[in-house]
């Protein structure tokens, strides 16, 4: 499919642009094709704003809107302000030129800091791509939203916004290791402002997300639906909205990976529907669980990326877990939460290169299973 290739052509060009930012650029691959948000949290300087900005380069004849939140935007910042000609009729009627409700992509920076006055409508943009204000209502050309923010919401209100963000991504500084590169590939990104670049239109992006829809799950409903189970008995809340929502990034992965059916691997991107930091651990855990029993020819290939493990830091881990199992009182949901987290451990253990230090840990791991098992 010519679109695919165009799109995995500009998905290759930001990555060379980006070094170490591979697993973000596919999931904003991932999201395009889905026609769902991502959100981003990183501290400043991640090159967050600078990698949606270089995509939004590559969408030939698409518009992108990018803007910094403060406590105080209003809401003609976002969306325009009211047509004055058309106000001295007795109309209002939001002049969008130039602002979002126009842009192909858009990219809300500190999008936490959305106060009252512009939350209601930028849900509603979030949520059903409409732009409603007043009586005024339109349909949004909008492909997707990118979100980011240096933390997550505290408040109630704030966290409906999160909701919004079907793919959640960390956006860290890039492994010390990759600094050479990335200082390269930074100088020669600043000094190519002309140079030619892969281009897709909002058009054939469009034709991707048709062609999603007619994707076939059959082969991983089941599978999907023991996730979904496992999930919520470890407390990670997926309601039904987002089961059926979390179905198009699936599709998405197969689509990209140009497959007709969903395979098993797929469900990497389930990695990613995270609430909280730490559920990041639990999510990987049990997805690379299931994942990991097909082979690796038809995948995507973020289902099998493993970073290799601090050993160091997998066997402090196992000590907070074995601490936490011996020392505290726990309810069923709590002692679920610890199992799993073992669970990623233990896979994270079979990544370490050093045999002395794996058998170690893997003693230490079966030590607290051990335990586990005479507890219940």
């Known amino acids: 499919m010519e679109q695919i290739d165009k799109l995995n052509k500009v ?30 949290l990183g501290p ?13 380069q590559c969408l030939e004849e698409g518009k992108n809107f990018e803007y910094l939140l403060t406590r105080f935007t209003e809401p003609n910042e976002i969306f325009g302000p009211f047509d004055i000609r058309k106000l001295k009729e007795g109309e209002l009627v939001t002049n969008t030129e130039g602002m979002m409700p126009e842009a192909s992509l858009i990219f809300l920076d500190e999008i936490f800091n959305a106060n009252s006055a512009i939350l209601n409508s930028l849900l509603t943009a979030l949520n059903e791509k409409i732009f409603r204000r007043g009586r005024e209502t339109r349909k949004l050309p909008a492909l997707m939203f990118v979100g980011a923010s240096n933390q997550l919401p505290e408040d109630e209100a704030l966290n409906a916004l999160l909701d919004r963000f079907l793919i959640r ?15 390269l590939a930074g100088w020669k990104l600043e000094g190519s402002v002309s140079r030619e670049r892969p281009v897709i239109s909002p058009g054939e992006i469009i034709e991707l997300q048709k062609a999603a829809r007619a994707i076939n799950l059959t082969a991983i409903r089941k599978p999907y639906i023991d996730i979904i189970h496992s999930l919520r008995n470890t407390g990670i809340k997926v309601s039904d909205r ?3 929502k979390l179905q198009n990034l699936i599709a998405a992965s197969a689509l990209l990976c140009q497959r ?6 797929d469900l990497w991107v389930l990695k990613y529907i995270w609430d909280t930091e ?17 082979p690796a020819g038809l995948a995507h ?30 309810s069923f949901e709590e002692q679920n939460v610890i199992k799993d987290k073992l669970r990623y451990v233990q896979t994270r253990c079979d990544w370490m290169k050093n045999q002395e230090q794996k058998q170690y840990v893997q003693k230490e791991i079966e030590t607290l299973w051990q335990k586990i098992l005479q507890t219940i």
């Open 278 to 294: 730490e559920q990041i651990e639990i999510l990987t855990g049990i997805i690379d669980k299931i994942i990991e029993k097909e």
């Open 44 to 56: 400043p300087g991640t090159a967050k704003s600078a990698i949606i900005r270089l995509l939004s």
């Open 11 to 40: 998905l290759t060009h930001l990555k060379h642009s980006f070094i170490g930012k591979d697993e973000i650029i596919d999931l904003l691959g991932i999201s395009l094709i889905a026609k769902e948000n991502l959100f981003l």
């Open 242 to 244: 987002r089961a059926v």
């Open 301 to 330: 290939p973020q289902a099998f990326y493993n970073k290799l493990p601090n050993p160091e830091e997998v066997m402090k881990e196992v000590g907070f877990l074995s601490d936490r199992w011996e020392n505290e009182t726990l």
């Open 260 to 265: 007709q059916e969903a395979v098993l691997s």
């Open 169 to 183: 991504v960390k956006c860290d500084y890039v492994d010390p290791d990759l600094l050479h590169e990335v200082l």
